[in-house]
């Protein structure tokens, strides 16, 4: 592990490439700005916006456009895509990591793509961008342009996403199988939470997939060389994926409707049940609400049976709804 102290504000990692070489050295700590550049290389600077240093750094490196450090530096969540003077810049959404495991709670990646260079800036651990570092490591000579780095890091999102949706896949059959199972159990709360993080990663999706194919009708002289290519091709693979994930949403949302369906069946079935009780015991109650009247020459009021002669009659109440309910069919 690199202990050395570090001279580049916000500095997570830095790559330099040299594609005739087809080698990706990884800077340490102790780089400084000039190390990054070389002749005939490209580099790939990875920031950490917590750093409050990083806006002044960015203000020393050529080839920055202000909208572009604008766009390193801007805390908004909401992904951007904006193709200009042969530059990419903007946000892509990702999904984060701690140190013990990665989650599925949105986070963003703030980049800026020239020719020269690709610069990327984040507040949280990301999954995808770890996973693109992780195979710069395994197979370094793979990289010969920006743009594929770009590509790389599109690609690691779109296999994170892959990743949810089994998992919530397999989150949605569980809660299928109990929805569909004979005992009754409330899901709602369960699947509560699958639903919302269907939803936000359907929507911001939709949104990339917008963006992208924006970026990709841009006037040539404008995007940076290869990426009209990238963009065609990774707009494909997160259309597979939108698919998957509207499948999913789709899904999600007609188990809610059928956890209602059983409710509202349930709630039926004991308002019935309390309508039954309430008819039985209307009778009887007629009949105890008569003897319970303060007024003179009440039947049975004067004699030794007068109890048992009320008793009969409000077991002969209760068969007669029963009786009376058996005809006209309500039960």
């Not at 319970?292 to 002969?316: C, H, S």
Request: hydrophobic share 45%.
């Amino acid at each position: 592990m690199d202990t050395l102290p570090v001279n580049i504000p916000g500095f997570v990692w830095a790559y330099r490439f040299s594609p005739d070489e087809k080698t990706a050295v990884r800077l340490n700590n102790s780089a400084t700005v000039a190390e990054l550049t070389a002749d005939n290389c490209f580099y790939w600077l990875h920031l950490n916006l917590v750093d409050a240093r990083v806006p002044a750094l960015l203000d020393t490196l050529d080839g920055l456009t202000e909208d572009a450090k604008s766009a390193l530096t801007t805390r908004d969540t909401h992904a951007a895509i904006t193709v200009d003077e042969q530059m990419l810049y903007g946000t892509l959404v990702d999904c984060q990591r701690d140190f013990a495991q990665d989650t599925n709670n949105l986070g963003w990646l703030h980049f800026a793509m020239s020719d020269r260079f690709i610069i990327t800036t984040r507040l949280q651990p990301l999954r995808s961008v770890e996973r693109a570092r992780a195979l710069i490591d395994k197979n370094p000579g793979k990289f010969s342009r920006p743009v594929d780095l770009f590509e790389l890091l599109v690609i690691e999102f779109q296999r994170t996403l892959i990743a949810i949706v089994i998992e919530l896949t397999e989150e949605l059959n569980q809660i299928e199988d109990i929805v569909y199972d004979s005992a009754q159990r409330d899901e709602r709360r369960r699947l509560a939470p699958v639903r919302r993080t269907v939803v936000r990663l359907h929507r911001h999706l939709r949104t990339v997939l917008a963006l992208m194919r924006r970026a990709a009708a841009a006037d040539e002289d404008e995007m940076p060389f290869g990426f009209d290519d990238v963009a065609r091709r990774l707009t494909s693979r997160l259309e597979t994926v939108d698919h998957d994930i509207y499948a999913l949403q789709d899904r999600a949302r007609l188990l809610h409707e059928e956890i209602d369906s059983k409710q509202s069946s349930e709630t039926n079935r004991h308002l019935y049940l309390l309508s039954i009780m309430t008819a039985f015991l209307l009778p009887p109650t007629l009949v105890t609400g008569f003897f319970g009247m303060n007024t003179a020459n009440l039947p049975f009021a004067v004699g030794d049976y007068g109890t048992e002669y009320a008793v009969v009659l409000i077991v002969a109440s209760i068969a007669f709804a029963w009786w009376l309910l058996r005809r006209v069919d309500i039960l």
